[in-house]
């Protein structure tokens, strides 16, 4: 460990005192050039006081813990007590005593487990490598047992950094549906984000465009080499952003069957992160609440100001994304697109979602293609944002609780795909 322990501790530690007084201004101010880039305060003040109130509020910071990191970094954990559990502020500091990096992960106690409709004896899985060059990104083929051919799906995570299976804490649930699909004789790639394997070597003009579709139009080619797999029979899967994209995904290659949308959005992402800001806000008030929502509702307008360029500094827009990010999401029409692709689609909603809403996204879809007979349109209505079932009044606390993709959301998968 090169990087000076004594100094890395004092970085954490102040950063600690920092995350304890709300002070997210100073925090960026510790971020090394590249992250303060890509992270406002205001972004920042935003995934703290999801998390937080979540949790039923912040008790206590604890000391910091630092363990070997990657190249010159040193890896910090900052453990959070809240009321109602646990999650950990986690950072890389350098030579520089700067932060290289930080993350909020919740975690549950308890490592994934496979949910019980998984049958690891009925199929197998193979690392691959989609695309070329320095942005390659590497995921898990699933393949039935047995000769097939199988239907197949390639699996679309939502908006952030996932990695192949999605996940969060103790939460993984594109595994979830990986495992369960390759249980009922569907092949099912799934693979990291380019944002989440190669965070570091983006391009400062990079698009929601850039991000989903050269890996899954790579995904869809390499299935359809495989023999095991029926090649007319290739479905995109999205999740949240990854349903939002994969109709443009689709209206790029015809070869694609049809489409699964979970939880996809229709509401513009800058009108949705005001919704959600405000929702968390109501459901812990107080004075940071209140700046993270004033200053999202800033940042939305700057969004939907027509005089946007791509030279607008990222930290004046929503979520820390680039201008050209945002100037892409805005001339993209998700249901639009939908509506010009002549093949079958099974759209399912959560009825306890309130990042992507039945009343403010499900509608869009609804209105264009519900009376389409190759469409089906269904809410189960105990499912949260990630398909997992509860009740109550949902908060962020259920992401960081252990579950799974209920039961019958992966039934209706599999059965809707053993139809076509």
């Known amino acids: 460990m090169r990087t000076n322990e004594g100094g890395v501790l004092e970085a954490?530690?102040?950063?600690?005192?920092?995350?304890?007084?709300?002070?997210?201004?100073?925090?960026?101010?510790?971020?090394?050039?590249?992250?303060?880039?890509?992270?406002?305060?205001?972004?920042?003040?935003?995934?703290?006081?999801?998390?937080?109130?979540?949790?039923?509020?912040?008790?206590?910071?604890e000391e910091p813990v630092t363990e070997a990191g990657e190249a010159d970094l040193v890896r910090v954990r900052i453990p959070v007590t809240c009321a109602n559990g646990r999650f950990t502020v986690v950072t890389s500091v350098g030579d520089d005593g700067l932060l290289h990096g930080l993350r909020l992960d919740p975690h549950g106690g308890a490592e994934w487990q496979p949910p019980h409709y998984a049958d690891a004896d009925r199929f197998t899985e193979q690392d691959v490598l989609l695309g070329t060059g320095p942005l390659a990104v590497p995921g898990t083929l699933s393949l039935p047992v047995g000769p097939g051919p199988w239907p197949a799906v390639v699996l679309l995570s939502g908006g952030g950094a996932f990695d192949r299976d999605e996940s969060s804490g103790p939460n993984k649930p594109l595994k979830d549906l990986a495992w369960g699909l390759a249980s009922r004789q569907v092949?099912?790639?799934?693979?990291?984000?380019?944002?989440?394997?190669?965070?570091?070597?983006?391009?400062?003009?990079?698009?929601?465009?850039?991000?989903?579709?050269?890996?899954?139009?790579?995904?869809v080619r390499l299935l359809r080499q495989q023999p095991e797999v029926a090649p007319e029979r290739i479905h995109l899967l999205g999740h949240s952003m990854g349903g939002k994209v994969a109709p443009r995904i689709a209206a790029a290659d015809p070869s694609i069957a049809g489409l699964v949308l979970l939880a996809a959005d229709t509401q513009p992402m800058h009108e949705a992160a005001v919704r959600v800001a405000r929702y968390l806000a109501e459901l812990a008030p107080g004075p940071s609440a209140e700046?993270?929502?004033?200053?999202?509702?800033?940042?939305?307008?700057?969004?939907?100001?027509?005089?946007?360029?791509?030279?607008?500094?990222?930290?004046?827009?929503?979520?820390?994304?680039?201008?050209a990010y945002w100037l892409d999401l805005r001339a993209y029409d998700p249901v639009a697109t939908a509506?010009?692709?002549?093949?079958?689609?099974?759209?399912?909603?959560?009825?306890?979602?309130?990042?992507?809403?039945?009343?403010?996204?499900?509608?869009?879809?609804?209105?264009?293609?519900?009376?389409?007979?190759?469409?089906?349109?269904?809410?189960?209505?105990?499912?949260?944002?990630?398909?997992?079932?509860?009740?109550?009044?949902?908060?962020p606390a259920e992401y960081a609780r252990p579950g799974h993709v209920a039961p019958a959301v992966v039934d209706e998968i599999a059965t809707w795909l053993a139809r076509r």
């Open 291 to 323: 700046e993270a929502v004033s200053a999202m509702v800033q940042q939305a307008a700057s969004v939907a100001d027509p005089e946007l360029t791509p030279d607008t500094p990222s930290i004046l827009l929503p979520l820390g994304l680039s201008a």
């Open 187 to 219: 092949a099912v790639l799934r693979f990291d984000k380019v944002t989440f394997a190669h965070p570091g070597g983006l391009p400062t003009d990079f698009t929601m465009a850039d991000e989903y579709l050269p890996q899954a139009l790579a995904a």
């Open 12 to 61: 954490a530690r102040g950063l600690a005192a920092l995350l304890q007084a709300e002070r997210f201004g100073e925090i960026v101010g510790l971020f090394a050039p590249p992250l303060r880039a890509a992270v406002s305060a205001e972004a920042l003040r935003l995934a703290w006081t999801a998390e937080a109130v979540g949790l039923g509020g912040v008790e206590v910071i």
């Open 339 to 395: 509506a010009q692709l002549v093949r079958p689609m099974l759209i399912l909603q959560g009825g306890r979602d309130y990042q992507v809403t039945v009343a403010d996204d499900l509608t869009g879809w609804q209105r264009a293609l519900a009376h389409r007979p190759e469409v089906t349109i269904r809410i189960h209505e105990e499912a949260n944002h990630l398909f997992f079932p509860g009740s109550g009044q949902p908060t």
